[in-house]
């Protein structure tokens, strides 16, 4: 199967991301050291381990490193802006890089709102407190989760509709490329049987028709 037909880029994987348990062990590589499955490849829509990027199946699709923020699970927001639309979700600082959560942290029932900053604000999904204003969600399955069904798949980066795009334009040219593979055998047929005939035809003895003569008459004799 050809890469572009396998890349899955309208959503389903975000949903499948999302709903995952991740930092299980690999059954494929369980022998070998940090065998734990804290990478999502976009393309398979699964997840796999280190030792499984560098194999053939793997190699060359898109992948998400998933990290461990707090015992939950969060993504480099360098790695995930360039499928998904990341604005107005909280980020925060690990080793020195930008993340998001996954999913919305759990929190007590009684929990209330922060009242240390001034810009404390509350996701509009699960009500969790958020540090900045300007954001409103706290997870991606919080922004997702607010969005109707027929409107989730724009939350999608702009890179990640133009890949959608460019499917649907290599399928379109591959149902071309059949209609054209189909006339190209008709034609190739309507040519055999052509050459068939003719070659019939010249086997054949040509039979020249001649026109019937009349009787001849003599002159009479005087």
């Given at each position: 199967?050809?890469?572009s037909?396998?890349r ?9 991301l999302?709903s995952l348990e991740?930092f ?8 070998l ?7 999502f ?13 560098n194999?053939e ?7 998400l490193?998933?990290?461990?923020y ?7 927001l ?6 998904f639309d990341c604005?107005e ?9 930008k993340a998001i959560h ?15 900053s001034?810009?404390a604000?509350s996701?509009?999904?699960c ?17 997702i989760s ?10 999608l980066?702009s ?12 399928n ?9 593979s189909s006339?190209?055998?008709s ?6 049987d052509s ?7 010249s ?13 001849s008459?003599?002159?009479?004799l005087?």
């Open positions: 199967m050809n890469l037909e396998k899955n880029v309208d959503g389903d994987w975000m949903e499948t999302l991740f299980g062990t690999c059954m494929d590589h369980k022998y050291r940090k065998n734990e499955k804290n990478v490849c976009i393309d398979c829509n699964v997840e796999i381990c280190r030792h499984c990027c194999t199946a793997h190699f060359v699709h898109r992948r490193q998933i990290c461990k707090v015992y939950q699970d969060v993504l480099r360098l790695d995930i802006q360039h499928y604005s979700i909280q980020t925060y600082k690990i080793n020195g890089e996954l999913n919305s942290r759990p929190q007590a029932k009684d929990a209330r709102p922060s009242t240390k001034k810009n604000a996701c509009v999904t009500k969790r407190y958020i540090q900045d204003r300007p954001n409103r969600f706290c997870s991606i399955s919080c922004k607010s969005a109707p069904p027929k409107k989730r798949k724009c939350c980066s890179e990640a509709e133009h890949i959608v795009v460019e499917k649907e334009h290599y379109q040219e591959g149902s071309l490329e059949e209609k054209k006339l190209s055998s034609l190739t047929d309507v040519s055999e050459e068939a005939l003719l070659s019939n035809l086997l054949r003895p040509f039979m020249r028709l001649l026109k019937r003569k009349g009787i008459q003599r002159s009479p005087h």
